[in-house]
């Protein structure tokens, strides 16, 4: 039945367009070997299966393309689906691969890079490799440090391969990943997980510490663990003996 607008002039309004920001994670692909991706994918969640459940995910085919390797597409998105992530658009893509990506109904973006995937540039993202690493791909591989000045808000993740800054404040219900250290200058009141590859020296920095959670290496504690003595404080979280240890980060003799 169709609507009259001039028999319901105060008939309120359903819906709106805004624009907005999300953080969503990229997966940069430099091969075509879905068997390969599918075990280097899972491996990634594995390491950290909280930040990666039920998460979007943006592919990114610019360096395969580069390199004219044929992927599946169909096959491609059916393995992310499996590995328990939805894909939410593609970039890079030629126009075979953008066509069967709207089969799929995945959104193709059309450019290298927009304001909602900004922040993700930034970071290294998560690229299955064509084969094994050679010592001269070690010498080269540069950890980069990922700087953020606004307010991480319920709901946002980020992940970075190096060490995360954050100049702002980090709301309860965000999440803040790091293989390195995290740095936040604010206050810190949702999921930290330094070391998230396993790094066993890294360390939280905060200056108002009420997370929900905090971890190193997937060593955690939850809100409820915290001591009242470090609460509201600023402090320096690290692993020592397979437990995390919270201190002042201003160390007193």
Not at 186 to 193: I, K, V
Request: glycine share 6%; charged share 20%; aromatic share 6%.
């Amino acid at each position: 039945m169709s609507i009259d607008p001039q028999k319901t002039p105060n008939m309120s309004l359903a819906l709106e367009f805004k624009s907005s920001t999300f953080s969503v994670p990229v997966l940069v692909l430099s091969s075509d070997d879905l068997v390969v991706i599918e075990q280097q994918l899972q491996e990634k969640i594995n390491l950290a299966p909280e930040f990666f459940r039920n998460s979007p995910l943006v592919l990114d085919l610019q360096e395969i393309n580069k390199h004219k390797y044929n992927i599946d597409i169909v096959g491609l998105t059916d393995i992310i689906r499996r590995c328990g992530l939805f894909p939410i658009g593609i970039r890079g893509g030629n126009v075979q691969q953008n066509e069967k990506a709207l089969e799929q109904r995945i959104p193709v973006y059309a450019g290298h890079s927009d304001g909602v995937l900004a922040e993700n540039k930034k970071q290294k993202a998560i690229a299955p490799v064509s084969g094994p690493k050679t010592d001269s791909d070690m010498d080269i591989e540069v950890i980069t440090t990922t700087l953020i000045t606004q307010p991480i808000r319920s709901g946002q993740r980020i992940y970075t391969a190096g060490d995360l800054v954050i100049l702002s404040q980090v709301s309860a219900g965000a999440e803040i990943m790091a293989e390195g250290n995290i740095h936040v200058y604010n206050t810190l009141r949702g999921r930290a997980l330094a070391g998230v590859r396993g790094n066993t020296e890294a360390r939280i920095f905060c200056f108002d510490l009420q997370a929900e959670l905090i971890s190193i290496a997937g060593n955690y504690k939850i809100s409820e663990d915290l001591n009242e003595s470090v609460r509201n404080k600023p402090v320096q979280i690290y692993l020592q003996d397979q437990a995390l240890i919270i201190k002042d980060i201003v160390q007193h003799h």
